[in-house]
């Protein structure tokens, strides 16, 4: 059972315009939420996070936006640059009852920025 | 500063074979991970450890092993390797215990035939 979901394996973006990744959950208890970006060859280094007392962070070029009552997130990068081609992953966790945060990860969406 | 360094980059198994794969931090961090990455899969936990002294199962933890050293060090065993567990391989830490991110290592590619 997945319970965090990226539905577009890949995504195709011009230089200069808005990239927009899309996540969907189906936990309630998920309450942080976080996109991570991978080149091949290296781990998989952290984006932007978001808590589910917000609906919105900004951090540059990137803003996560949150929608609870649909349980969807989503990543937009505006302007796209092409040293953002690059796998995105979204992951979510709940807050543990005991031990630590465990992540669970979408299936990664796959981003090319064209020139 | 290295922060979390996984070694072997690459190896290739014969089915049955064991290994052990290496993590290490270096940045004090609590809490260390095993995830798996596999095509069309996203990143699986395998085994977490929240602090020095406890692991603790994850998704898949079937087929492996692990333990953790010390602070520093947590490794992942593959006792009798399977070609189920070709995958890329990723240790992570985490600072605290919640609402921080995880900070990955560059991998192990695993390869079983």
């Known amino acids: 059972d997945q319970q965090v979901k990226q539905n577009s394996p890949s995504l195709s973006v011009q230089e200069g315009r808005i990239s927009i990744l899309n996540c969907d959950y189906t936990?309630?208890?998920?309450?942080?939420f976080l996109w991570y970006k991978k080149y091949p060859a290296e781990g998989p280094t952290f984006l932007i996070s978001?808590?589910?007392?917000?609906d919105k962070n900004e951090d540059g070029r990137f803003t996560v936006f949150l929608n609870k009552s649909a349980k969807h997130l989503s990543l937009h990068i505006v302007p796209s640059q092409p040293g953002d081609s690059a796998v995105y992953f979204c992951?979510?966790?709940?807050?543990?009852?005991?031990?630590?945060?465990?992540?669970?990860f979408g299936q990664g969406t796959r981003l090319t920025i064209n020139p | 500063n290295a922060g979390v360094t996984q070694t072997p980059k690459f190896q290739v198994l014969k089915t049955g074979q064991s290994m052990t794969l290496q993590c290490a931090q270096d940045?004090?961090?609590?809490?260390m991970y095993w995830y798996r990455q596999d095509p069309g899969m996203g990143l699986r936990l395998i085994y977490y450890?929240?602090?020095?002294?406890?692991?603790d199962k994850g998704e898949v933890p079937n087929g492996y092993n692990v333990s953790r050293l010390n602070k520093r060090e947590f490794s992942l065993r593959l006792e009798s390797a399977a070609p189920s567990q070709t995958s890329v391989y990723f240790c992570?830490?985490?600072?605290?215990?919640?609402?921080?991110?995880?900070?990955f290592g560059n991998g192990t590619r695993l390869t079983v035939t």
């Open positions: 992951a979510a966790s709940a807050r543990p009852t005991q031990g630590a945060q465990k992540l669970v």
């Open positions: 936990n309630s208890m998920f309450d942080y």
């Open positions: 978001i808590s589910s007392i917000k």
């Open positions: 940045m004090n961090h609590n809490s």
């Open positions: 450890s929240a602090s020095e002294g406890t692991t």
């Open positions: 992570a830490t985490l600072q605290g215990s919640y609402n921080s991110p995880l900070h």
